[in-house]
């Protein structure tokens, strides 16, 4: 691909890698969009998390692809941040669902 010489391009793949691997996640179908379109999050929803550290964890490190590389997936990353306090099973596999969504564009990149 050719590119302006006073360009930059950032990515973070291997970051990104990382991430699916911690998440247990590599070999995990990928899907097209982060969250469903008519799913609404609620902090009452099923049972609280056993793990929260793991759920803080990966919303953490969510945030910081949003900044770096990842402006596609900053709302629904600002939605699971709402429930850091007392997340809920429906919360975490929000996460995971959005791990997939990255899965599916790991390549992105900022130009």
């Known amino acids: 691909m050719a590119r302006p010489k006073k360009s930059i391009l ?3 793949r291997r970051y990104i ?6 998440a ?3 070999e995990c179908m990928s899907v097209d969009s982060p969250m469903d379109v008519n799913m609404k999050l609620l902090s009452y929803q099923r049972e609280l998390l056993g793990n929260v550290g793991r759920y ?4 953490g490190k969510l945030n910081y692809v949003t900044i770096v590389t990842r402006p596609d ?3 629904t990353v600002s939605v ?3 429930f850091l306090s007392s997340p809920r099973i429906t ?8 791990l997939r969504y990255m899965k599916a564009s790991e390549r992105a990149y900022l130009f």
């Open 10 to 12: 950032l990515q973070k």
């Open 17 to 22: 890698l990382d991430l699916l691997s911690e």
């Open 24 to 26: 247990a996640k590599l």
């Open 56 to 59: 803080i964890k990966f919303v």
């Open 73 to 75: 997936i900053t709302f």
């Open 80 to 82: 699971v941040s709402r």
């Open 91 to 98: 919360h975490l596999e929000t996460v995971m669902k959005i």
